[in-house]
Structure formats: structure tokens, C-alpha cells
């Protein structure tokens, strides 16, 4: 239970309606949070959610994302970049199929200098 705690505290550092937002997906996407997440000092790791692309599109959908263009579009390796509002703040999401320093796939939300991760 501690583990969710340090999660969602962190996650609160984004604005509490960005971090109930982040709850609801990853709690509809995992049933059992105590179970299934764990605290790495900057974000979460994320066990049993299926493939990261799903929640991506779970998150995409709560926050009501806007994928950034690009020109060309990237590849299937490379990052999705997208944007939202909320409360007047804007915020970045953005998907790594493989992230450079842990190798995993990772949702990122950023806001200012602030970033929180799930690697999956």
C-alpha cells in the first residue's frame, strides 16, 4: 500500500485532477494497484497491464490528448508526443516504446520541469 502511496503523492505534484485521472486509468486497466505497482523514486513500475500501447490510448482518451504532429510520422520505435489542458496548464504526454535509460516502455507527463513516468 505504501507503493501506491509514493505513486499517487508524486503524481499529485502534477495537480491533483491530473493525478485522479492517472489513478482512474491505471485502476481500471489493473484491478489489484497494491499488487501490480511499485514505487522507483520518480514514477511507477507498472506489472500486468497488457500491452502499453492500450493504456496510452486509456490515457489519451482521459486526458483528451492531442497527438503532436510530425513530419514524417514516427516510426514505430520512436516516441508519440501529445497535449493537454487542464485548468488552464498545459501538459506533455509522451510514449516511449523503449526508453533510452531503462530500456522498458514508459508513459511520460510533464509539466514545467516536472515529469512523472510509468515504465511497463
Excluded at 45 to 67: H, N, Q, R, S, Y
Excluded at 80 to 93: H, L, R, V, W
Aim: aromatic residues 12%; hydrophobic residues 35%; proline residues 7%.
Amino acid at each position: 500500500m505504501a507503493c501506491v502511496y509514493h505513486v499517487i503523492n508524486k503524481a499529485e505534484k502534477l495537480g491533483t485532477d491530473v493525478a485522479y485521472k492517472i489513478y482512474q486509468v491505471l485502476r481500471n486497466r489493473l484491478g489489484g494497484l497494491y499488487t501490480k505497482m511499485k514505487w522507483t523514486g520518480n514514477g511507477a513500475k507498472i506489472t500486468g497491464a497488457g500491452d502499453p500501447l492500450d493504456i496510452w490510448d486509456d490515457f489519451m482518451e482521459a486526458f483528451k490528448a492531442t497527438v503532436q504532429p510530425t513530419d514524417p510520422p514516427p516510426a514505430p520505435q520512436d516516441q508519440i508526443k501529445a497535449t493537454f489542458n487542464i485548468g488552464g496548464n498545459e501538459f506533455e504526454i509522451r510514449f516511449y516504446p523503449s526508453s533510452t535509460s531503462s530500456g522498458e516502455p514508459t508513459i511520460a507527463i510533464k509539466k514545467g520541469n516536472f515529469e512523472f513516468k510509468m515504465r511497463f
